[in-house]
């Protein structure tokens, strides 16, 4: 009997998963596994080909703030940072891996925990 998922990779819900440290010494992930790693994602964009970006809006600036702090204990226990742009009921985040020039799979789990937040 032949075993169809050979040569299939099996998707994990990458909100599952647990960011691992990055010293750098690998390369970043290419723009097709970038992209493959991007459909995992809501509403999270590619940017410069070497980042993933997106922003959200809220009512007003206190929920925004509210968002951010949220942001900031996922960054924390994960280990891995996004940039944050406030801008009043706005807020952009984007995900790199300084330590590689580019994107890691953690950008992504990153991004995948954030938009559990609602």
């Avoid at 299939?8 to 390369?27: A, N, Q, R, V, Y």
């Avoid at 900031?72 to 280990?79: P, R, T």
């Avoid at 406030?86 to 020039?101: D, E, F, M, R």
Wanted: glycine share 8%; charged share 25%.
């Amino acid at each position: 009997m032949e075993d169809k998922n050979i040569g299939k990779t099996c998707e994990i819900d990458l909100s599952s998963k647990k960011c691992k440290p990055c010293e750098g010494g690998m390369p970043p992930l290419t723009l097709d596994e970038a992209n493959k790693f991007l459909t995992q994602i809501s509403g999270w964009e590619l940017v410069e080909g070497n980042k993933i970006r997106k922003e959200f809006k809220f009512k007003n600036f206190s929920a925004s703030l509210d968002f951010v702090n949220n942001v900031a204990k996922i960054a924390e226990q994960e280990g891995h940072h996004p940039t944050i742009l406030i801008n009043y009921n706005k807020v952009k985040l984007t995900a790199t891996t300084h330590a590689i020039g580019g994107l890691s799979e953690n950008d992504f789990i990153l991004a995948a925990k954030i938009d559990k937040l609602g």
